[in-house]
């Protein structure tokens, strides 16, 4: 076990590691974002069972798989929050600390130090999402949701957060002060987030409005979907919903069975 154990762990993901998990701030911070997540979860079960709509406030499978889906929606935006505050200082940190010479003096390459910050930065925020499994177990007392769906977005939480951590060390190896690293990734996020998202919503627009005032033939679908494929959240809804892949392309087939070019989280993964 410990001759496995020398050659996963290197003695600066071990530093890290045992560094960010070992001090109150780790467990306070994971307490604070499980209550949120299990307060939002009883939230979103009082609303949807005290509507005039709902007998006797029953919970149905209807209602736990919007939970499910608000649930997954509000954790990919704190993942978005939190993953850059731990990423984006992981190198320019240590050179304000003026110990990244020192650092760079030990048989440990360049790249095993850019790799060994970024683990542990994200190992952490592994962490938190695991501790989550509890909330989401909620919704499997309903029905609703398949444990593979879940399976399947907690997985695209991993991609989401290697992207978003890879581009905060990316930022803190260039940048010098942590200041300017967290806001550059801050607004890479931001445009991944917010900027692709509004660029979809106004290209449909301008699309459907040119294309029915052309007075062109039945088209088999839209260009505009590729731009909501580069959006994470559009990604995970099309996790969710299969067929919300064809309503983003504008898919207008005559065919029952016609079908977008491409799901959107295959896109957002490939790109």
Known sequence: MNKWRKVLINPVLGKEITLRMRTPKSAFSIFAYVLVMGL?????IYVMTSGSGMQSGRVDSGVSRMMFYALS???????????????????????????????????????????SKLVSSLSFMTLIILSTLPVYSIVFLYGGVSPSQLVSV???????????????VFFSTLL????????????????IFLVTGLAYLFA????????????????????????LGLNPAGALISIFEPSFSKSAFLVQGSNLQSSAPIELWQEFIIV
């Open 40 to 44: 939002l979860a009883m939230g979103i």
């Open 154 to 168: 907690f997985l695209f939480y991993l991609f989401v957060m290697l992207l978003l951590g890879s581009i905060g």
């Open 73 to 115: 929606i509000a954790q990919l935006v704190l993942i978005a929050f939190m993953t850059p505050a731990l990423t984006a200082g992981v190198i320019s940190g240590e050179r304000e600390k003026q110990t990244l010479n020192m650092l760079l003096t030990t048989q440990q390459s360049s790249a095993t130090i850019v790799l």
């Open 204 to 227: 449909m627009s301008i699309d459907r409005v040119s294309y029915y005032n052309s007075g062109a033939p039945v088209r088999a679908y839209s260009w505009v979907g590729y731009l």
């Open 176 to 191: 010098k002060r942590t200041i300017l690293s967290v806001i550059m990734t801050y607004g890479v996020g931001l445009v």
